[in-house]
C-alpha cells in the first residue's frame, strides 16, 4: 500500500512540475500566454506556437493537442491562427487544429476529447486519394459562455453562438444561433433558450 501511495505522490508532484505555465520557457514560445493560464501536463502536441494566443485564467487539461499549420516549423499566416479566450476550460484529451482561424471566446468549456478544426480534405476527385484533396480552409467561432459535452466534433466553417450548450457525441455541422441547446450528429437545436 505505501509503494501505491508513494507512486501517487511522485506522479502529483510531477504534474505540478512539469505543467506549462505563464513565463515558463515553452510558455514564451506562444503568441500570447496570459496571467494564471496553465496547461497541464503531459500535453499531447503542441506545435506552431506562435500562432496561438491564450487568454488569462484558461485551465487546458493533460493530453490536449493545440497546433496551429500542418506541422512544426512552417510558416504561419498570422499569429492569431488559434485564439482562446479568457476563463476557458479545454477538457482532457481535447485537440484544436488550426490552419486559418480558430476563436474560441472567453468562458468556453470543453469536456474531455472534443475535436475543433477548421480544415477539412475534399472526396470529389476519384484518382486522388482523399488524404490528398484539400478543402479551403473555413473560420471556426465558438461564442462566449458556451460548454461542448464529451467527445464534441466541431467542423470548419461553424459558428456557435453564445451561450450555447453542445450535447456529448453532438457533430456540430453548421453554425448554431446564441442561447440554445444542440444535440446529435448531426447537432441539431432541441431548445432555445
Known sequence: MWRADALLGASEWLSKRAAVMPGSRRANRFARWDSGTIWCYPPAAMFGEK?????ADTLIGPYVSISAGMGPGQDLISDEIVV??????????SSIVGHYS?????????GPNVYVTDQNHGFDD???PIGRQAMGERAVVIGEGSWLGANVVVLPGVTIGRHVAV???????KSLPDNCVAVGSPARVVKQL
Do not use: K, N, P
Request: aromatic share 6%; charged share 20%; hydrophobic share 45%.
Open 51 to 55: 500562432g496561438i494566443q491564450l487568454g
Open 84 to 93: 482562446i479566450g479568457d476563463r476557458c476550460l479545454i477538457g482532457r484529451q
Open 102 to 110: 480558430i476563436e474560441i471566446h472567453d468562458d468556453v468549456f470543453f
Open 126 to 128: 476519384l484518382d486522388v
Open 167 to 173: 450535447g456529448a457525441g453532438a457533430v456540430v455541422t
